[in-house]
């Protein structure tokens, strides 16, 4: 759904950058600081900071003693952290971002980087052990750490390779000059590169040809990170509140995956989702009743392609309130209809529920009577009122996830409107304008005359339907751990003296559109410290709403708004983008973003594109682009044109084609996502994780590993039927013709890549397990034998594996995990084969297989000439082998 209407956007593109410039000189010449008392305790160092000259008040008066605590907490991480040592400040909260323990064996001395400082003034640098080499420096730079203001700069090697700090729309690696990333939620639309999004990861990975390390600062404050290689190369925090908490991570100087499983154990490996959530979504803003709704999921049955999961956006709201139907448009009965249809064909159903609830005092509106009664809202400044903002349905509060009983609120709310027995039975949920977004423009003094000029809620303009046309033939609750409070009297949260420099109009301030900085929780924390972690918070709330309703159940939820940490419990969709190709190209980087850097696997951008008009070539690529993206969604704006895949010939045909493609990958992924939950190695990942040494790939987004062995390289220009793709010095396989094509470290071009084909490539060395066709349903699929494709590496062998479990639950009473291996022409499958799939591994395929074997043996036992084949110009050998998947078993050709 668009967060903001076009409307608004000329006034938004023109306010960027209102800050004003600060001469970096004049930051370097700040007196810094002076480290005394330096204690050492086994993995332990701590210091006070004392001001080290005369101050220089940039941005308000210098603090003069800080504290600073350095902790090695694992052989691969050390926690530095400064503070001030007079007051307390906000830090994010453990309930929200829980901070992983020490690890009491570690010690400076079996650490994998140290931590090294100068006393005077205060500099610190953190480098390889082994190596010495620096990967972190405030060398010259001193720290300044101010009331509303906080500098913290590290030198970086010349043309870095940095990735991360997201959410943004640049490229996957960085630009490293005059470059700019703000973290400030914000509902974005359309919004140009360079500007702050919807949500916040502060954390970069840096690789160089020695090794990838990374540096996450867990701080939720507004920010600006500066990267500049003016004169020399820099990247610089400018942060407008709580403390430098930092956590460096060694990586590894070989495999970059290591640094992303170091990222997993601070804020956690992401959830698993129902297996149906890999299945195609389709959703759209602006289906007009329920009839088109109901249209929509026969329409894409009867052009035969697979539709998993109907979405529907705030349309079916009564006027846009959150847990209500509209009774003419969305009558309950006809949607209850739809949910049954759904479910009874093995298809599922997602509904849109925003945070802001109408403020609607004294009319009967029970989420907002509930919640008043239960004093669940934020509070306004200075004042026990809940602050009014204006949203959707008109003004509204919001809820303070802070606030120890909003999860209940919550979950009843979930329990009522969703109720199987009586509501919308719906099996995922989809949260969007979490930033919080307000439509009130600041000052919103008078939300209910911006309400009105703003026409919200909008009016209907569709007719109203028929209402009897035929259609169809107790979770944990978060700890409102009570913040000892945070002494803001003296700060102007408004406005505070540095502004970060890619904020929105609205004269640059931080409160603009959204709940005003200084709106009250519960507990005392104002939003000027923890607007960037609302989206998570109400995340974490509908999860928990989510698995009440269906207790044990795994559950998908969708978010907009993320913070460090979201992963562990929603996806992600890349919010409100353009259907053009810029957009569609740029969405690779958004997902590799997400996916192999935050830690938020499910991940995907609005297929087609969401505003603007699609056209036919652009829908057919984007849906076979899609495809890779571990959530797949086709949606887009009310005032676009529509573009479910059975619109064009073309598109449907692009679909199928690619869906049978996806269908069949997907225990593929699905393991990749249950290795991640075990310890964070992304599904997604970039050329380079694969190929650290090779510097050609570094810069690569518009190629990706779908899983880690599936490369996928889709064309990037409209009307162009070929692309020009990098193929590493490797073996790699074509997925449609399992023919070897042989990488020669060279960006080569693919040539006659039609409308709807996609080009896919198997990486050597792996052992693939594939469903043997797709279907139209994942309840169809997991009753589908398997295949697997056995793509040897250069060195001849391969291997893989295959998680399966009932694909629903949170806690499995039993799963098979398979493993392959494949050498010296045999492949040996074993494992433990505790989940009854019910079905059998059909055949076996062996690719690269130079020359027709004389025999095949199964368990040692010969197969008969009629039960294998071989393919010369494929170079394939093909068993079928027809034996029960529930134990292990070998294959082998002489
Ligand atoms: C640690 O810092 C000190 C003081 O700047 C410096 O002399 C020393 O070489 C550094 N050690 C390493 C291993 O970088
Ligand atoms: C850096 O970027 C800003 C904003 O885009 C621009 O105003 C400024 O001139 C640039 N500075 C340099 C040195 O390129
Ligand atoms: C680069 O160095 C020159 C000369 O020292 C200085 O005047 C200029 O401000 C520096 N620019 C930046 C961005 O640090
Ligand atoms: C579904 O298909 C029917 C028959 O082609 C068509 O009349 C209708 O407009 C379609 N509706 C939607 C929402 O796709
Ligand atoms: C709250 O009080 C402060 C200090 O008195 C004042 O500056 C601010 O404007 C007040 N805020 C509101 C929303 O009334
Ligand atoms: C920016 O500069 C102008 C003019 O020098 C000054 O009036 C204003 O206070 C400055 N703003 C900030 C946020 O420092
Ligand atoms: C692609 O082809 C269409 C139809 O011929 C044309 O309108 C469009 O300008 C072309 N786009 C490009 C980038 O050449
Ligand atoms: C498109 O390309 C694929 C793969 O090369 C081929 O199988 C298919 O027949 C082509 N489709 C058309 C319509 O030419
Ligand atoms: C606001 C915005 O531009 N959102 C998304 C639009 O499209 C790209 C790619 O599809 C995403 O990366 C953006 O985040």
Known sequence: MVGMKPAFLALLLCGVALCNFTDPNVLDACPGYKASHVTTRGAQLTADLTLAGKACNIFGPDIEQLKLEVTYETTTRIHVKITDASSQRYEVPESVLPRPNADPSTSPHNAEIQFNYTSSPFAFSIFRTQTKEILFSTASHPIIFEPQYLRLKTNLPANPNVYGLGEHTDPFRLPTHNYTRTMWSRDAYLV??????????????????????AVFLANSNGMDIKIDDTNSTSLEYN???????????????????????????????????????????QCRFGYPDYIAVSQVITNYSAAGIPLETMWTDIDY???????????????????????????????????????????LPGEGY????????????????????????????????????????????????????????????????????????????????????????????????????????????????????????????????????????????GGGMLSDRTAYVDAVHANGLVEYDTHNIYGTMMSTATHNAMLARRPGLRTLVITR???????????????????????????????????SVYQVPMVG???????????????????????????????????????????????????????????????????????????????????????????????????????????????????????????????????????????????????????????????????????????????????????????????GEASGALYVDDGVSVTQKSATEATFNFKNSELTVSGKFGFAAGVDVARVRFLGVKSSPRSVELNGWAVEKGSFSYDATSQVLTVNTGIAFKGGFSVKYT
């Open 317 to 359: 709201m009564d006027r846009r309130r959150i847990f209500t139907v509209d009774p003419q448009y969305f009558p309950l009965d006809r949607m209850r209809e739809i949910a049954d249809y759904l479910h009874s064909h093995d298809q599922r159903f997602v509904l849109m529920t925003d945070p802001a609830v109408a403020y």
């Open 366 to 505: 029970g989420p907002f009577d509930r919640g008043t009664q239960d004093d669940v809202w934020l509070k306004a400044a200075n004042d026990s009122s809940p602050f009014l903002g204006a949203v959707w349905p008109g003004v509204t509060v919001f809820p303070d996830w802070f606030n120890s009983k909003t999860q209940d609120y919550w979950t009843k709310e979930f329990e009522m409107f969703y109720s199987p027995a009586t509501g919308l039975d719906i099996d995922g949920a989809w949260i969007d304008m979490n930033e919080p977004s307000s439509f009130c423009n600041f000052p919103c003094t008078d939300p209910f005359q911006q309400a009105r000029d703003q026409q919200l809620p909008p009016p209907r303009t569709a007719p109203v339907p028929d209402p009897n046309a035929p259609i169809f033939g107790q979770p944990p609750s978060v700890q409102a751990s009570l913040q000892k409070r945070v002494d803001h009297s003296q700060d102007n949260l408004q406005s505070p003296p540095y502004c970060p420099s890619r904020m929105p109009a």
């Open 192 to 213: 140009p590169g360079e500007t702050n999004l919807y949500g916040n990861h502060p954390v970069y990975f840096e690789h160089r040809p020695t090794g990838t390390h």
């Open 605 to 795: 951008a609005d297929i087609c594109g969401y505003a603007g008009d699609t056209t036919e070539t652009l829908c057919a690529r984007w849906a076979m682009l899609g495809a890779f993206y571990p959530f797949m969604r086709d949606h887009n704006a009310d005032t676009s044109i529509s573009q479910e895949f059975y619109r064009w010939p073309l598109v449907t045909q692009a679909a199928k084609n690619v869906l049978d493609i996806r269908y069949r990958l997907i225990d593929y992924i699905y393991t990749a996502l249950h290795q991640a939950h075990l310890d964070g190695t992304p599904i997604i990942q970039p050329l380079w994780y694969q190929y650290p040494k090779d510097a050609n790939t570094f810069p690569i987004d518009l190629q990706f590993f779908f899983g880690s062995s599936i490369l996928v390289s889709p064309v990037t220009e409209e009307n162009s039927t070929s692309v020009s793709a990098y193929f590493p010095k490797d073996t790699f396989y074509d997925f449609q013709t399992l023919a070897p094509y042989e990488g020669t470290g060279n960006t080569v071009t693919l040539e006659n890549v039609n409308f709807t084909s996609i080009p896919v490539h198997i990486r050597g060395g792996v052992v693939l397990p594939l469903r043997e066709k797709s279907t139209m349903t994942t309840t169809q699929l997991r009753e589908t034998d398997f295949e697997l494709v056995v793509a040897p590496g250069t060195n």
């Open 561 to 595: 708004s993320t913070f460090a940490g979201a992963g562990t419990r929603v996806g992600k969709w890349l919010g409100d983008n353009n259907s053009d190709w810029p957009h569609y190209t740029s969405s690779i980087a958004g997902i590799l973003g997400m996916a």
């Open 239 to 281: 942060v407008i509140g709580g403390v430098l908490d930092f956590y460096f991570l060694s990586g590894s100087e070989t495999d970059p995956i290591e640094v992303a499983r170091q990222y997993a154990e601070i804020v956690g490996t992401p959830a698993e989702v129902p297996y149906w959530s890999f299945g195609l979504h």
